[in-house]
């Protein structure tokens, strides 16, 4: 839908602003009828990554050491929920209006940003293969924190289709990430539960994000600082997925240490 309407959207921009939200609708609608008729006809099963969570995260209760990993992988969903709103709201008004680069050089962005979300999940897909689910969510936390901070010191095209392609990547690549993680800790059995979780507290700090920007921007009458609070946001998720590495190896050595005295 983000390389489809960044296309669209210049064109209809010169019928009427009507005419371009509601076409946008019926898109969307129809983009929503069509993956729903291909998840029946499919079924969801074939959907499952073929990576497999880890035995150990099978108890769902897992003990105060896996609640605590649990609750920092959450909480950093919860910080990458802020980070990206920037460029989701705010990143194509940035560049066309606050910037005066034009609707068209904004429109490219957003494609550049669509195309970005649609290489997402093989990029993160193949990253988890190499590296695991927490130290992939490691590296996309760090490459995403990068992406929104970049435009607060470089606007050049390279620097913005960078940005675009990165963060529209990330978006789609961090959920696959956290639910994959989340998995490994939980077991399947508790992920659908907790998962519904992440996304709750996912939404909620969307949504205070979005009214809270809105407000500075308001306040302050510049996006720029928004895109340095955004970037600040994913750096300190990535802060929260390392902590939960660490509480991860010091649960491991503890057990470890029980395991050899009995």
């Not at 209809?12 to 509601?22: A, I, K």
């Not at 970049?150 to 529209?168: E, K, Y």
């Not at 979780?197 to 700090?205: D, N, R, V, Y």
Request: charge should be positive.
């Amino acid at each position: 839908m983000w390389v489809i309407a960044s296309f669209i959207v210049p064109l209809l921009l010169g019928l009427s602003l009507s005419v371009t939200w509601g076409t946008l609708g019926l898109l969307c609608i129809a983009a929503g009828l069509l993956c729903d008729y291909f998840l029946q006809q499919q079924g969801v099963a074939h959907l499952a990554s073929p990576i497999t969570a880890s035995p150990r995260g099978n108890n769902p209760s897992g003990g105060a050491g896996v609640k605590v990993i649990v609750m920092l992988v959450v909480g950093a969903y919860a910080l990458d929920a802020i980070g990206f709103v920037p460029h989701t709201v705010f990143w194509v008004d940035y560049l066309a209006r606050e910037n005066a680069l034009g609707n068209q050089a904004a429109s490219l962005q957003w494609g550049i940003f669509g195309l970005g979300a649609l290489c997402g999940p093989f990029m993160v897909g193949a990253l988890a293969h190499r590296v695991g689910w927490q130290g992939g969510l490691m590296i996309a936390f760090a490459a995403k924190a990068a992406a929104v901070l970049l435009p607060v010191f470089s606007l050049a095209l390279l620097s913005q289709s960078v940005s675009s392609f990165m963060v529209g990547a990330m978006i789609p690549g961090i959920v696959a990430l956290t639910s994959g993680r989340l998995a490994e800790l939980v077991g399947p059995i508790a992920h659908k539960k907790l998962w519904g979780q992440a996304t709750a507290a996912f939404a909620a700090a969307q949504a205070v994000a979005g009214y809270a920007m809105s407000a500075l921007y308001e306040l302050w009458g510049t996006y720029a600082p928004l895109f340095a609070i955004g970037g600040l946001m994913l750096a300190g998720g990535f802060l929260l997925v390392l902590r939960s590495r660490g509480v991860q190896q010091q649960r491991h050595s503890h057990l470890t240490v029980q395991n050899r005295r009995q």
